[in-house]
């Protein structure tokens, strides 16, 4: 017996959230092929979770829809905390590799990939859920070496790194 999971489609507004938003920006700066620029919004957000639904040379590939994630989270982390980010990604022939993401001079995501081709979300809400976990905890760490701006002041480091 083959388990099936559920996709759930049936809430549009993780559609217009901000994270969500910010992915699909991503694959959309990314496509060096102009493959998925008039493709709608929701047809990429469905590629990422579960089976893809764009089909032959239109899918995007794991190593693209990792870099989108983790660069709509550099991008969260850029406004919250004023700090240029940046993603390093590291993947080996056997799709295992890691992800780096700092934030200023400070590591605040280490993540290591074990098979980066099964990269997919169950539902929209959980590609929602674990880009938010995500975010929250790079920006806890964050906050233990910088103070965030207020108002576009500058961000002085709490503690040497």
Known sequence: ???????????????????????VAQVRLQDTRIAYQDLSDELLVKSLIGHSTLGGDNDIPSLQ???????????????????????????GQDDVGWILVFCGRLLVISEFLRDANRFRFESVEHLGEVGER????????AR???DFPILGLSVPLKRAS
């Open 144 to 146: 233990e070496y910088f």
């Open 1 to 23: 017996m083959i388990p099936q999971t559920t996709i759930s489609y049936s809430n549009p507004s993780l559609y217009s959230s901000y994270f969500v938003r910010e992915i």
């Open 134 to 141: 995500v975010i929250e905890e790079a920006l806890e760490r």
């Open 65 to 91: 829809k990792i870099s989108a994630f983790y660069r709509a989270v550099a991008s969260r982390l850029e406004q919250e905390t004023g700090q240029m980010a940046e993603v390093f990604m590291n993947l």
